[in-house]
């Protein structure tokens, strides 16, 4: 279950009269919604309501070259066959460079981000890790990256994972916040909508484990709140890829939504005959809601078929 309160940094006191909790599923739209992305939403759906707060819905469409034309309507038409209606109004990344772009300002104007004009070929004898410029030419529009000193060591509990701890100069370096193609960066767009939003607790899959200590130093350097941290177990197929690059995904089908969400509720580590009389999405998020017991959910999932 989510931190208690008392174990991570208070909301921004500009937000207080926002509920204690407010969680997020926050999809990218390189394809349709699939068992993963199904059971993040409804892994931070139940923890949002077992803790009795919000649950808001954000598109992260700023890779265009990753999109896949029109799965984002397909996926929050998917959410809604599924019964999963956000709390607020649906946000979309690509409306808010503004925002980024005035983070992004405040950190070079600090001195905590720099202009970077190293290709992938000159960092590959360090594995990819940027610790010092080593651009054997300048590039027309350099990439941003965040100044990440030696011995950023940063460790935070996660509500389902446990303890985790990176160094993140010697594991990441200094890492990108704005492509030198100039596409946001992941990181810095993630750590400017979750305080934008006034989101209090961070819910996604496992895969995103790692990100987490650069999302926190970047929330130090902006002066930003920190949430609490739940990284949900990854469905993965029987090669433990993530089933969402998998020809093995389970079939998502919005006509006929209970048996996916049965086997969403199982992979979350919850007592299947709790859902055996619903008939509904409505009857079963209800039944689920009450149900719900968050210790039960496992760090790790086996394989599937």
């Given at each position: 279950?989510?931190?208690?309160?008392?174990?991570?940094?208070?909301?921004?006191?500009?937000?207080?009269?926002?509920?204690?909790?407010?969680?997020?599923?926050?999809?990218?739209?390189?394809?349709?919604?699939?068992?993963?992305?199904?059971?993040?939403?409804?892994?931070?759906?139940?923890?949002?309501?077992?803790?009795?707060?919000?649950?808001?819905?954000?598109?992260?469409?700023?890779?265009?070259?990753?999109?896949?034309?029109?799965?984002?309507?397909?996926?929050?038409?998917?959410?809604?066959?599924?019964?999963?209606?956000?709390?607020?109004?649906?946000?979309?990344?690509?409306?808010?460079?503004?925002?980024?772009?005035?983070?992004?300002?405040?950190?070079?104007?600090?001195?905590?981000?720099?202009?970077?004009?190293?290709?992938?070929?000159?960092?590959?004898?360090?594995?990819?890790?940027?610790?010092?410029?080593?651009?054997?030419?300048?590039?027309?529009?350099?990439?941003?990256?965040?100044?990440?000193?030696?011995?950023?060591?940063?460790?935070?509990?996660?509500?389902?994972?446990?303890?985790?701890?990176?160094?993140?100069?010697?594991?990441?370096?200094?890492?990108?916040?704005?492509?030198?193609?100039?596409?946001?960066?992941?990181?810095?767009?993630?750590?400017?909508?979750?305080?934008?939003?006034?989101?209090?607790?961070?819910?996604?899959?496992?895969?995103?484990?790692?990100?987490?200590?650069?999302q926190i130093l970047l929330q130090?350097?902006?002066?930003?709140?920190?949430?609490?941290?739940?990284?949900?177990?990854?469905?993965?197929?029987?090669?433990?890829?993530?089933?969402?690059?998998?020809?093995?995904?389970?079939?998502?089908?919005?006509?006929?939504?209970?048996?996916?969400?049965?086997?969403?509720?199982a992979a979350l580590g919850q007592?299947?005959?709790?859902?055996?009389?619903?008939?509904?999405?409505?009857?079963?998020l209800a039944a689920a809601r009450?149900?719900?017991?968050?210790?039960?959910?496992?760090?790790?999932?086996?394989?599937?078929?």
């Amino acid at each position: 279950m989510p931190a208690p309160a008392s174990d991570r940094p208070a909301p921004d006191p500009a937000n207080r009269a926002n509920p204690p909790y407010r969680g997020r599923f926050a999809p990218s739209p390189t394809g349709d919604l699939h068992a993963g992305s199904l059971l993040a939403a409804f892994g931070s759906w139940l923890l949002a309501r077992h803790a009795g707060g919000e649950w808001w819905l954000r598109v992260e469409d700023l890779d265009p070259p990753r999109e896949v034309a029109g799965a984002a309507q397909r996926q929050l038409t998917a959410l809604r066959e599924f019964g999963f209606v956000p709390d607020a109004p649906v946000v979309f990344q690509s409306r808010r460079h503004d925002l980024y772009r005035n983070a992004l300002e405040r950190l070079l104007d600090s001195g905590a981000a720099f202009e970077c004009h190293c290709s992938r070929s000159d960092l590959a004898a360090s594995g990819g890790i940027h610790r010092r410029c080593v651009a054997r030419r300048r590039r027309p529009q350099p990439a941003v990256r965040l100044r990440v000193a030696d011995g950023s060591i940063v460790a935070f509990e996660d509500a389902i994972q446990g303890r985790h701890v990176q160094d993140v100069a010697a594991t990441v370096g200094d890492f990108v916040l704005r492509r030198a193609d100039g596409l946001w960066a992941y990181q810095l767009a993630v750590v400017v909508d979750d305080a934008a939003q006034a989101i209090t607790d961070v819910v996604r899959g496992a895969d995103l484990l790692d990100s987490t200590p650069r999302q926190i130093l970047l929330q130090r350097a902006l002066d930003l709140p920190t949430p609490g941290y739940a990284h949900l177990p990854l469905v993965t197929d029987v090669h433990g890829r993530k089933l969402s690059k998998s020809d093995a995904a389970w079939p998502l089908d919005a006509a006929d939504p209970l048996p996916a969400l049965r086997r969403a509720w199982a992979a979350l580590g919850q007592p299947g005959d709790a859902l055996a009389d619903a008939d509904l999405p409505a009857s079963l998020l209800a039944a689920a809601r009450t149900a719900f017991q968050p210790h039960l959910i496992p760090p790790t999932l086996s394989a599937t078929d």
